[in-house]
C-alpha cells in the first residue's frame, strides 16, 4: 500500500522568515506528531525548531539548541516538545528506541534534525520538512504529510 502525502513549499528570505513560518507552522501540530526536518548544515533546522518551539509555547527560545551532543533536549510548552538530531549518532535507529521515541510520541510533539539518517526507524504517519539553501539568507522548505 502506498503512502498517501500532501505537500507544499514556501520560501523565506530571512531567518526571521523561517522564525515565523515555524510559529505557524506549529499550528498544526499537537500530541503525537512527528517533524522529521531534512538539510545539509547551516539549512536552518534548528532556527525552524526554535520557532516550531515558539509556536507550541515555549516562553524562552533561547533553551532552543541543537542537541548534536546530547541527542535530545526536552523544552517546555504547552505539551512537551522533544529535539532529537541525529547527526553524531552512530546507529540511529536502534539509538532511537534506546532514546525513548515511541515514549516521546505518546506525551508531546517530538522534531527531529537530520531525520534522513533513520527515516525507516521514524513513524509511518508524520511531517517531514526538507530544507534547501537557496541563497546565502534565503531557504526553500517542502512540507510533507506522510500518513
Known sequence: ??????????????????L????S?????????????????????????????????LDDTRLVSSPT????QEYPGASP????DL??????????ADLGLEEMLEE????????DRATDALPHNRWEIAIEITAESSRRFTVTRLE
Open 25 to 57: 507552522f506549529a499550528e498544526r501540530l499537537g500530541v503525537g506528531d512527528c517533524v522529521a526536518m531534512i538539510g545539509g548544515l547551516g539549512a536552518g533546522k534548528t532556527v525552524l525548531v526554535r520557532g516550531i518551539a515558539e509556536g507550541l509555547g
Open 1 to 18: 500500500m502506498e503512502p498517501s502525502f500532501a505537500m507544499e513549499t514556501l520560501e523565506t528570505r530571512s531567518p526571521d522568515e523561517t
Open 81 to 84: 516538545i522533544f529535539h532529537l
Open 108 to 115: 508531546g510533539v517530538t522534531l527531529i534534525e537530520w531525520a
Open 20 to 23: 515565523a513560518f515555524g510559529r
Open 69 to 72: 551532543y546530547v541527542l535530545v
Open 87 to 96: 547527526y553524531r549518532m552512530g546507529d540511529p535507529r536502534a539509538e532511537l
